[in-house]
C-alpha cells in the first residue's frame, strides 16, 4: 500500500456503501490501542537533522522507517533517530516517503545509491519513470565493467576438472595453457595454408607441353591433393575434439561456428565420394566454391570478426531498409530508362531486367560505361538515377556505421536479450511486491482469526506479540478487504489457489483418488509427516474458526475433522504415491518462498501460535522465483523426511496445506 | 493564533484573486489545471460546518494535500487512489459512484470541502444522516428512489472490486441474486423501487445493518 495511506479513513468511510447491502454482520474494527497523536519525528543523518511526521514514515510499513525496526536507531538521550549514513543520499529516500516518488540522483554513484536503497529497505524497482532508464543504464554499464574485470580473472584452473572439461576450456580460451595456444596457432596457420592453397590453385603457371597456360592446380595436382587433404584432416580433426569436448553436443552442433566448419570440410569429402561422373562434375566444381567458406573459420581466432558479425546481425532492420528502398528505386529506374531507350536502336537496353545492371551501376557511383543511354530523355533520366542514387545510399548507412561503432566500443554481448530479461524481471518483482500486499492481507485474515481467539484464551504477551506485528494501518487496510468479503459473500483467494480449485474441481469429477476423500480435504492433511508434528504442538486448544457465523464455508481453517489414523493413512497415500494432479504442488512445496521478500518485516510476522506456523513463507508465486526458504522457523523436531516438503499455508485460508521440511 | 493569521490572510488573498472561478479554470487543458491551486476555506469555517476537530482537519488536508497538490481530485486521480486499496479487483465503478456522490456541487472535481463535507456525514453523522448518505450514493439519477437497474450497476460495481480469484468462484448471476436479497428486504410495498422511507425503516430494523453503521465511529 503505497503513500495513499492517509486516503485509507476515506477509503474505509466509503465502504458505508457496502453495509446496507450486506448479507452478514460485519467483522470488528481494529481498535486503535496507541492514541498517539501524530508527532514530529527527527532523523538525524550523520549530523543533518531531518523532521517528519510520523504519518508520513508510517505509509511504507515495510521500509525500514516504516516499520518497528527503525527504533534500534532510536537515541535515548537525544530523543531522535540517529543513522549513520550519508546525508546526501538520505534526502531522496525521505523524499521518498513525502512523494510516493523515489528519484535517482545523478551525481550519485550507483552502488552507493543501491547500498542505501538496501539499507532503508526498499527495492529499487519503484525508482519513478523519470529515473529509470538512468538508473537501469548505469548499473548495467557498472555491472558490464565490473564483469569485464571479472572474465580477465576467470582463468583460474579449477581444481578438478575432467579432461573433457579441460579440452572444452583450451578451446575456448587459448591462453590457458601452452599447449591451448600451440593448438590455436596451428589450426589458425592450416586455415590460412589451405586459404592459399585455393587462392594459388588458380593461378596460370607456366605453359605445359600443349603451349597452354596451365592453373597450378592443373600442372601440381598431386601436390594440391596432398595439402588439401592435410588440411581437411586437421580441420576435421579439430572438429570431432570439439564435438567430443563440448558440454552440450546439440548445442554445440547448432551454433554458428560448427556450421562453418562442417561447410569448410564437406566439400571435400564429397568430393572424394563422387565418381568422376559426367553429370556430377558441374555440381562437383559448384561444391569447390564452398572452400572458401574456411575463411570464416578465422572468425574464431579474430574478436572484431565476431563482432562485425553480430553488428549486422543488429542492424539487419536498417540493412533490410537499405535493400527495400534501393530495390524500389532500381525497379522504377530500370523502367523508366528500358521505355527511355526503347526507340534508339542497336540499344543495349534490351529489357527490363537488363537494365537493372546500368541502374545498379549508375546509383552506385560506380558508372562501368558497358550500358549508356543514347536518347535524350534516357540521358535526363539516367542523370536523375545517379543523383538520387547518392540520396538513396547515403542514409540508411551512417546508422549502421554508428550502430556498428557503439558496438564495438561497448564489446557487447547480447544487450536485447539481457534487457528484455531484466524487464522481465522487473516486472515480475513489482507484481511480487503487489501481490505481495494481497497475500499479507491474506495471511493476516488467518491470523485475524487467531487473533480474535487469543482475545478469548490467550495471554497478555501474546495479544500484544500479535498486535504489534502487524501495523495499524495495515490492520484496518485488512478490516477494509475484509468487510468487502462480507458483503459479498465471496473471498479473496490468490490466482495460485484459485488454479488449483480450478483444477481439483475438475479433477474431482473425473477421479476419485482413493486417497482423499475429497480433494479438498486431502489438501488440507497433504504431504505431511508434518501434521503428525503439528499435532504434537497444539498445546493450545485448536483455534476454533472465529466467531464467524455468517461465514458459508464448509470448512474450517486448519481443522482436521477425522480422527488421527485416518488422517494418518491419509498423509501415508500421500507421501507415497504424489498423485498426478499433486505432482504440480509438490514441486512447488519445494520453494517455501517469500513472496514478499521485499518486505523484510515478514520475518516477525505474526502467528505466534505454533500450530499454524507456517513460516513467513507466502504462497510461491506463479513466476517462479526460486530461493531457499531463509526465514523459516525450526520445524518441529521430530520429522521424518520421506518426500522433502516444505512448511507452507496455503493463501485459502479454509485450505491449509502443511508440509514438512 | 498564528493559524488564524494565515488563515485571515489566505482568505485576503482570496478575495484579491477576484472571482475565483475554479470552474472555468477546469476547462482548461490540464496543463493549466496541474498549476491552478485551489484552497479551500479557511479551517475555522471549515470547523463550524463539519464535526472535526482543527487536528483531524489537520491530518485530512495534510494526506489530501499531498496526493494532490493542486487542491482539487478529478475523477481519474480518484480513482487511481481508490484503486490502490484494491490490488485485486477492478475499482473503477464504485469509485466512480463514490466520486458522484462526493461531487455535491457537481463541477466533475471534488475539492477539500466537498471531501470534508463527504467524511462529517459518513464519519460523524447520527445513522440516520448515514443512511441518508448511503441511499444518496445508492440513487444513481437522484431521483429520489433506487430501481433495481441502479442497484444492480451498484452491486456490479462492488463484486468487481472482488476481482477474479475468489473463492467460493464467482458467478455471473452474484450480484443479481443479492439484488434480489436486497429488494426483498427493503421493499416494502413491493412496487419494485426503493424509497428513502422504506430504504431508512428497513435499515433501522436490520440488527446487522445499524451494528455495521456504529464501524464508522472510530475510522478516525
Known amino acids: 500500500m503505497a503513500g495513499v495511506s492517509a486516503w485509507l479513513p476515506f477509503a474505509r468511510a466509503a465502504a458505508i456503501g457496502w453495509m446496507p447491502v450486506a448479507n452478514g454482520p460485519m467483522p470488528v474494527a481494529p481498535r486503535d490501542h496507541s492514541k498517539r497523536k501524530d508527532e514530529l519525528i527527527v532523523l538525524n543523518v550523520s549530523g543533518r537533522r531531518f523532521q517528519t511526521w510520523r504519518t508520513t514514515l508510517d505509509r511504507y510499513p515495510d521500509s525500514l522507517l516504516g516499520s518497528s525496526e527503525k527504533e534500534f536507531f532510536f537515541n535515548e538521550e537525544t530523543k531522535e533517530y540517529f543513522f549513520d549514513r550519508d546525508p546526501d543520499s538520505f534526502r531522496s529516500i525521505l523524499n521518498f516517503y513525502r512523494t510516493g516518488k523515489l528519484h535517482y540522483p545523478r551525481y550519485e554513484c550507483i552502488s552507493a545509491y543501491d547500498e542505501e536503497l538496501a539499507f532503508f529497505g526498499i527495492i529499487p524497482e519503484i525508482i519513478g519513470d523519470c529515473c529509470y532508464e538512468e538508473y537501469k543504464d548505469r548499473k548495467r554499464e557498472n555491472a558490464e565493467r565490473l564483469q569485464d574485470d571479472q572474465e580477465e580473472n576467470k582463468d583460474l584452473k579449477l581444481p578438478n576438472m575432467t579432461a573433457r572439461e579441460t579440452m572444452w576450456r583450451a578451446f575456448e580460451n587459448p591462453h590457458t595453457s601452452t599447449m591451448a595456444l600451440v593448438f590455436y596457432y596451428v589450426t589458425g596457420f592450416f586455415i590460412a595454408i589451405s586459404v592459399l592453397t585455393n587462392v594459388v590453385e588458380t593461378v596460370p603457371c607456366g605453359t605445359s607441353t600443349h603451349q597452354k597456360e596451365v592453373p597450378c592446380g592443373e600442372r601440381f595436382t598431386v601436390a594440391f591433393f596432398c595439402m588439401d587433404t592435410a588440411c581437411v584432416m586437421i580441420f576435421t580433426v579439430e572438429y570431432l575434439m570439439r564435438l567430443f569436448a563440448a558440454p552440450s553436443r546439440y548445442h554445440f552442433m547448432r551454433s554458428v561456428m560448427s556450421i562453418i566448419d562442417v561447410v569448410a570440410i564437406l566439400p571435400y569429402y564429397i568430393g572424394l565420394v563422387m565418381t568422376d561422373n559426367e553429370d556430377v562434375s558441374g555440381a562437383f566444381v559448384t561444391l569447390r566454391v564452398f572452400r572458401v567458406f574456411r575463411i570464416f573459420k578465422f572468425s574464431r581466432h579474430s574478436q572484431g570478426l565476431r563482432i562485425l558479425g553480430y553488428t549486422l546481425k543488429s542492424c539487419a532492420s536498417e540493412l533490410g531498409f537499405l535493400l527495400f528502398s534501393l530495390t524500389m528505386a532500381i525497379i522504377i529506374f530500370a523502367t523508366v530508362m528500358f521505355y527511355a531507350e526503347k526507340g534508339s536502336s542497336s540499344t543495349k537496353f534490351t529489357s527490363i531486367p537488363a537494365s537493372f545492371w546500368y541502374t545498379i551501376v549508375t546509383m552506385t557511383t560506380l558508372g562501368y560505361g558497358d550500358m549508356v543511354p543514347k536518347t535524350i530523355a534516357g540521358k535526363i533520366f539516367g542523370s536523375i538515377c545517379s543523383l538520387s542514387g547518392v540520396l538513396v545510399i547515403a542514409l540508411p548507412v551512417p546508422v549502421i556505421v554508428s550502430n556498428f561503432s557503439r558496438i564495438y566500443h561497448q564489446n557487447q554481448r547480447a544487450d536485447k536479450r539481457r534487457a528484455q530479461k531484466v524487464q522481465k524481471a522487473r516486472l515480475a518483482r513489482i507484481r511480487i511486491a503487489k501481490t505481495g500486499s494481497t497475500n499479507a492481507f491474506l495471511q493476516s485474515k488467518r491470523s485475524g482469526l487467531l487473533d480474535e481467539l487469543l482475545e478469548l484464551t490467550g495471554t497478555e504477551a501474546d495479544e500484544q506479540k500479535l498486535s504489534k506485528s502487524v501495523s495499524l494501518l495495515e490492520s484496518q487496510h485488512y478490516h477494509l478487504l475484509y468487510c468487502l468479503e462480507k458483503t459479498t459473500a465471496h473471498e479473496f483467494v490468490d490466482e495460485q489457489a484459485f488454479e488449483q480449485n480450478n483444477l481439483e474441481t475438475a479433477l474431482q469429477s473425473y477421479t476419485s483418488p482413493s486417497p482423499s476423500p475429497s480433494s479438498s480435504h486431502g489438501e488440507s492433511t497433504s504431504t505431511c509427516c508434518g501434521c503428525r508434528a503439528r499435532r504434537k504442538n497444539t498445546a493450545l486448544p485448536e483455534p476454533e474458526p472465529g466467531p464467524s457465523p455468517g461465514s458459508q464455508s464448509p470448512f474450517r481453517p486448519h481443522h482436521p475433522q477425522r480422527g488421527p489414523l485416518q488422517e494418518l493413512s491419509a498423509i501415508h497415500i500421500q507421501c507415497v504415491d504424489p498423485a498426478s494432479h499433486k505432482t504440480s504442488r509438490s514441486s512447488l512445496n519445494q520453494k517455501a518462498e517469500d513472496g514478499g521478500r521485499v518486505n523484510c518485516r515478514r520475518g516477525q510476522v505474526t502467528t505466534a501460535i505454533i500450530s499454524l506456523q507456517a513460516p513467513p513463507a507466502l504462497t510461491p508465486e506463479g513466476d517462479g522465483l526460486h530461493g531457499a526458504p531463509h526465514q523459516r522457523r525450526p520445524p518441529p523436531p521430530p520429522i521424518p523426511p520421506q518426500a522433502p516438503p516444505s512448511i507452507q499455508t496455503m493463501s485459502s485460508s479454509h485450505i491449509v496445506k502443511v508440509s514438512a521440511l | ?220
Open chain 2, 1 to 220: 493564533m498564528k493559524t488564524k493569521n494565515r488563515d485571515q490572510s489566505l482568505s485576503d488573498s482570496r478575495e484579491l484573486d477576484g472571482s475565483y472561478d475554479q470552474l472555468t479554470d477546469s476547462i482548461e487543458d490540464d496543463f493549466e489545471l496541474s498549476t491552478v491551486c485551489h484552497r479551500p476555506e479557511s479551517m475555522d469555517k471549515l470547523q463550524d460546518q463539519t464535526k472535526f476537530t482543527k487536528k483531524e482537519l489537520q491530518v485530512l488536508y495534510r494526506g489530501f494535500k499531498n496526493e494532490c497538490p493542486s487542491g482539487v481530485v478529478n475523477e481519474e486521480n480518484f480513482k487511481t487512489i481508490y484503486s490502490q486499496f484494491f490490488p485485486q479487483g477492478d475499482s473503477s465503478m464504485y469509485a466512480h459512484f463514490l466520486f458522484e456522490a462526493f461531487d455535491t456541487d457537481k463541477n466533475g472535481s471534488v475539492s477539500f470541502e466537498d471531501f470534508v463535507f463527504g467524511l462529517s456525514i459518513i464519519l460523524r453523522g447520527t445513522i440516520n444522516d448515514r443512511l441518508n448518505w448511503a441511499f444518496n450514493l445508492y440513487d444513481l439519477n437522484k431521483d429520489g428512489c433506487i430501481t433495481k437497474e441502479e442497484m444492480l450497476d451498484i452491486m456490479k460495481s462492488i463484486y468487481d472490486m472482488m476481482g477474479k480469484c475468489t473463492y467460493p468462484n464467482m458467478q455471473d448471476e452474484a450480484p443479481r441474486e443479492h439484488v434480489e436479497n436486497f429488494f426483498q428486504k427493503m421493499d416494502r410495498n413491493k412496487d419494485g423501487v426503493v424509497t428513502i422511507e422504506e430504504f431508512i425503516e428497513s435499515c433501522q430494523k436490520d440488527e446487522n445493518i445499524m451494528q455495521s453503521m456504529q464501524l464508522f465511529d472510530n475510522v478516525i
